[in-house]
């Protein structure tokens, strides 16, 4: 998969190195959740039957973040998290339009001219609920029209599962709850983080549970504060553990940015600097403050247990 840098308007010397007939998914895609994956889905396969590159097409930053949308809390999948997505659902190329003020006032009808059409996309695949241009004054019937019969347009329905609309503020919400295995029922895949190990408090080896402290390295939606059961893929090896999201309260006061600190099962590795991915399998019990340190050892040790089993149920 090629992945492709654009800003708007695409001048004709960077529309020349692209331009040519193809089916592109045109949206956000943050989370690429399950209804998402339907519309590439569907992008995908009309190119293939056309024998044409599939492409998507999405934005960076995140409009809610250029325009201080309130309800915007990060990413469920950044930019790399995105194309490594997006590259095992047979996406040829990937468009990243970079998302900014400017942008944010384009009308729909030079959104499609100067964006859309330069690119010689033949069929644009959309959400049931896409909306494009200033103010979201764009939608699925206003494209067909704009595309001048030189671009059809083809609309998702939405994805439902148990008759509720799978959507990424909802998977937002769940993580926000605790609702992990909810959550990942619509994503249709475990949530991942990514970050580096960094050094920390050093605090877990002395009680019999070394962690390690993760820094993540893009702005993440965090889940709520708790223990999980999670899969750490280090290099080549998939290994189990158990994660705490939060702020320590046994040992902390006043802290309010989460911390997220991994006890890798079976695993004695120097892994500082080195890269994690960790898909959180299951919410155990949420953060809490402990009486004593033999307390909270105890709780370390029956977390650990819960994890192993639900991991070994999950593989």
Known sequence: MRTVTLSYPILPETAALWARPQVAALGQFDGLHRGHASVIASAVALARQEGIPASVMTFHPHPKDVMGKGDYDGYLTPPKDKQEILAGMGVDILYIIEFNEQLSKVSPEDFVSLMLLP???????????????YLGK???????????????????????IEGEKVSSSGIRKSLQNGEITLANTWFGRCYHLRGTVVHGEKRGRTIGFPTANVQLEDRYVIPAKGVYAVRVFYKDEVLHGVMNVGVKPTFHEGVTA?????HVFDFAGDIYGQELELELVAFIRPERK?????????????????????LEDQS
């Open 119 to 133: 690119l010689q996309i033949v069929t644009a695949v959309v959400g049931f609920d896409f909306r494009f241009g």
């Open 290 to 310: 402990f009486d004593s340190i033999g307390a909270l050892i105890a709780q370390i040790g029956e977390d650990a247990e819960t994890a192993k089993s639900l």
């Open 138 to 160: 764009g939608d699925p019937e206003r494209l067909q029209e704009l595309g001048q019969g030189a671009m059809s347009v083809v609309t998702a329905p939405p994805f439902l």
């Open 258 to 262: 989460p911390s997220f600190e991994v």
